[in-house]
């Protein structure tokens, strides 16, 4: 089945802040967000704006349906079992949070080996840091090769220590590095692992099958995807959030409240507690549907298409070093240094050409202290990027050149 | 399209400043010495000091980083040559703003400001020591 083509300049007119004139190349760190999406808000904000799951009016009625059918879009986008394993967070950082919390507190004893990678975003390192500080338990880092990818052999000899847990990202987001994400699964799974899988840097940009990939649990932001911040998910496998005990208390997780005891809700609510992000999850589910209108598989072809278009166009600059792997194994992220030239100056002058660079270390510290680095200038696409804008950026750099030769 | 924003903000003495950065190395035995980091952005700037009597005889500094963090230091250190540390520790943001003669936007402000951190850490470390 041939693959659906964009068309970027017919999704541009969805996005008003296009308009502006900007060059937006900094997706990684947050997308822009279509009509649709802040149109389904808005239209929350005005028609029906009311508290759900308590109230037995009409129009809390229909924020609680609009709320609950978010679930399921999300369901069905990532092909989980059930919408019971959908679990409402504000992004992949608390989602993150969550699962060290409610089921690291309860899993996690001294001496066990929690395994990482060097390319991990802190979300997905600190929160364990914490974890295994209070459980006296090790962390171990899988390091990169030269080209940027994860050492298979070390992770392969790591397993053979029997972790408990085994945590990283899909995608890693300062490199652009696509993981074997399911050969890692299934050999975290063959040696009894839990699996963690810190999908916000893939879950925007190519199809998502969770019981495919086979992990525990995984974790991704709707602000990355063309939805709001604020609103995020962890899929967790239903037998697993069954085994855990809540995250946050309070007003809405709960059963019943007595003043000698509690009983909780069932799945999912018990780890959604205190009035919600409701606007932002009916934003979410407009991004969904969205991104399922145009089709995962086109928007990943799409990315790749830029991807190795400004790849080459990078590579063609004196004094360029591009990070990471070729675009056949990257998502559309570039990371790359200049020769003389701090990314934050860089970041600077392209900013006065009105393209937004990311500079810096991408919340990626580990990594970067790998690559001998203090920083990078990093560009990342979407499905709005068109090929002019990646001919901004390279203007931008040859002007800092000038500047600075 | 260029912004000629571009050739005011980067001016040609800022350029200068960071490629040939002056009083740049280290002091052997200072009096004061100090690194401070933004990291952030993974800037660097350190100072070394040789105070005589309450002056500052010799000053040096290292690091590494972007124009802005290090012109500034370099520029700093032109003006502390010679100049009583009790005065020294009477600069302030907008005496090295007013120096680096730009608009700093908010994003770019810790870098501007980190040679005078170092300064004033290093500065009122010593008063510290001086007292003990």
Known sequence: MAIRTLDVAAIRKDFPIFETGIAYLDSANTSQRPRQVTGAMLEYFEKFNSNIHRAAYRIAEEATVRYEATREKVRAFINAASTKEIVYTRGTTEAINLVAYAWGRKNIKQGDLIVLTIIDHHSNIVPWQILAAEKDARIEYVDIDDRGELRRDQFAELLNRGPKLVAFNLVSNALGTINPAHEMVAAAKRVGATVLVDGAQSTPHQPIDVRALGCDFYAFSGHKMLGPTGAGILYGRREVLEAMDPFMAGGDMIKTVRVEETTYHDLPWKFEAGTQAIAEVIGLGAAVDYLNDLGMDAVRAHELDITEYAYEALSDVDGLTVYGPPPSRRAGVISFSLDGIHPHDLATIADRDQVCLRAGHHCAMPLMTRLGVAATARASFYVYTQKDEVDRLVSSIKEAQRIFA | ?132
Do not use: W
């Open chain 2, 1 to 132: 399209m260029m912004a000629t924003a571009d050739d005011q903000f980067y001016r040609e003495y800022i350029i200068d400043h960071y490629k040939h950065p002056r009083n740049y190395g280290r002091l052997e035995h200072p009096d004061i010495s100090h690194e401070e980091d933004n990291p952030l952005c993974g800037d660097v700037v350190g100072m070394d000091f040789r105070v005589t009597d309450g002056v500052i005889e010799d000053v040096r500094f290292h690091g590494r980083g972007c124009a802005i963090s290090q012109a500034s230091a370099s520029l700093l250190t032109e003006r502390l040559k010679g100049m009583p540390l009790d005065e020294a520790k009477k600069i302030n943001k907008d005496d090295v703003l007013g120096e680096l003669g730009i608009d700093i936007s908010p994003a770019r402000i810790k870098c501007a400001l980190l040679s005078l951190k170092v300064l004033k850490v290093g500065a009122y470390g010593l008063a510290d020591i001086d007292e003990e």
